[in-house]
């Protein structure tokens, strides 16, 4: 796996679903017994004109992307989670045990960021709407 190939998947598996996940938790909120919060904000977002309905859904993406780029940032290095004067380092490694492989994903010394690869899929993603 890749760094690239990591970002891709984390759009796929968290971004996009976190995205799909409250839009539809918005229009019918889910469980047998949904809070009364959530049957609020779902009569209140059905209410909505459609074109209202798809700036709430630009707002969802914006937060989700402001969240992963933070936390990419993180993993990065280039933002810190650590008070104090020493700091240590985050290592993500992914392991593929059936090829005995060990890759490094936030090498801080060998290709791209994790958060501009990110921002490079979001940022191309924005170009083409």
């Known amino acids: 796996?890749?760094?690239?190939?990591?970002?891709?998947g984390?759009?796929?598996a968290v971004r996009d679903s976190a995205i799909t996940g409250t839009l539809d938790s918005l229009g019918e909120p889910p469980g047998r017994h949904p809070s009364k919060e959530a049957q609020s904000?779902?009569?209140w977002y059905n209410r909505l004109s459609k074109p209202d309905q798809k700036r709430i859904q630009l707002v969802v993406e914006m937060a989700v992307d402001s969240t992963l780029f933070g936390f990419f940032c993180v993993l990065d290095g280039v933002r810190v989670i650590e008070d104090g004067?020493?700091?240590?380092?985050l290592e993500l490694y992914y392991l593929n045990n059936s090829k005995s492989?060990?890759?490094?994903l936030n090498d801080f010394n060998e290709g791209?960021?994790?958060h501009d690869l990110y921002n490079d899929i979001t940022t191309h993603r924005d170009s083409e709407n």
């Open 10 to 12: 984390i759009k796929i």
């Open 41 to 43: 904000i779902s009569k």
């Open 112 to 114: 791209e960021f994790l």
């Open 1 to 8: 796996m890749t760094k690239d190939d990591f970002v891709k």
């Open 101 to 104: 492989l060990r890759t490094l």
């Open 85 to 89: 004067e020493h700091k240590g380092e």
